[in-house]
């Protein structure tokens, strides 16, 4: 057995753990954890100690043995408090659900939502109301079952505040696109445009659920090394799962002809571009060529032929 010692980032020595260096790094956390019952190994991280002309240390991964890490008798790392975790599974189902509920309420209640719009009887949906509901439910219970029979998550976990921002951001989209759409006075567009773009709108969701699977298909569950995903949209595109994602939501705001949906479509497509110039940034460093990696073939990122 070694003895290791475990600091602060500010350096202050927390503890020291004996350990053997051929034990992992989640043996590590399990120790640790006998030391705080608070700190489970979720909410843990683990870095060497920041060298000159460094700004982070490394990050220990889970599945390695210490011994990879050149740690040794009376070595260091440094902990980090990743604060309270939520599963990724949990965390995706709520943000879905509540879309997949909040929205419809406008459709079917609007005699409660709509309090202040005087009327003798119930409003009468146009096809395109009708229609919208339909592909907006479409949409978010695809997600779930995504959620739970598609998606392999890198993390299993990810900080609780994700789950209220995350909610924030869907139900309130949800709420504020459904009040206008359904809206006992809106007027609906030309009715051929609109059901021709939902109709284009599902075939992007169903070129979505493709490219999902062909992600999926890539890595195992639990395994955080990258593969250079091929086939479908992804021989041209980087992040065909997004650029389906965006054109499925630019198509929906054509047919409904409401701000709201446009603002929500924009924003999406704003974080998704982000997403997506990262991930294509870390293919091409991933894979460059060098030490026997393949290389990364040219690619749009995400939206041809812009970006």
């Known amino acids: 057995m070694g003895k290791l010692e475990v600091a602060s980032r500010s350096g202050r020595i927390i503890t020291t ?47 390695k043995r210490l011994a990879d890490y050149g740690l040794a008798e009376g070595g260091r790392v440094d902990f980090k408090d990743l604060g309270p975790q939520i599963g990724y599974s949990t965390v995706f189902f709520w943000e879905y659900f509540g879309p997949l509920v909040v929205y419809p309420l406008f459709f079917f209640f609007p005699q409660y939502l709509y309090p ?17 509901v339909a592909y907006w439910c479409f949409h ?5 079952v995504e959620t739970y029979t598609i998606h392999k998550f890198g993390h ?13 951001y869907y139900w309130g989209f949800a709420a504020y696109v459904s009040y206008f759409v359904n809206h006992p006075k809106y007027t609906a567009p030309n009715q051929t445009l609109s059901v021709a773009c939902l109709g284009l709108a ?12 062909i992600l999926a298909n890539l890595r ?10 091929r086939g479908f949209l992804f021989n041209f595109v980087s992040c065909a799962n997004y650029t389906f994602e ?38 091409r460093k991933t894979f460059d060529g060098k030490d026997g990696r393949p290389k990364y073939p040219r690619r749009w990122i995400i939206f041809p032929p812009f970006l």
Not at 119 to 131: E, G, I, M, Y
């Open 17 to 63: 753990i004996d350990i053997n260096g051929e034990a992992t790094v989640s043996e590590l956390k399990r120790k640790f954890q006998s030391y705080s019952r608070k700190y489970y190994p979720a909410r843990q991280r683990f870095s060497l100690p920041v060298k000159a002309g460094e700004k982070r240390g490394v990050v220990l991964e889970d599945g």
């Open 116 to 132: 202040h719009i005087k009327s003798a009887s119930p409003p009468v949906h146009s096809l395109v109301q009708k229609l919208a």
């Open 140 to 144: 978010y219970a695809k997600r779930i």
């Open 156 to 168: 299993a976990t990810m900080p609780i505040f994700n789950l209220f921002r995350n909610c924030a």
């Open 202 to 213: 599902v075939l992007m969701q169903l070129g979505n659920l493709r490219s999902h699977i």
């Open 220 to 229: 195992a569950p639990g395994e955080k090394d990258y593969k250079i995903p």
């Open 246 to 283: 965006i054109w499925g939501w630019l198509l929906y705001s054509v047919a409904v002809q409401s701000l709201a949906a446009w603002m929500f479509a924009a924003t999406g497509a704003a974080q998704m571009v982000q997403w997506a110039i990262a991930k294509h940034s870390r293919l």
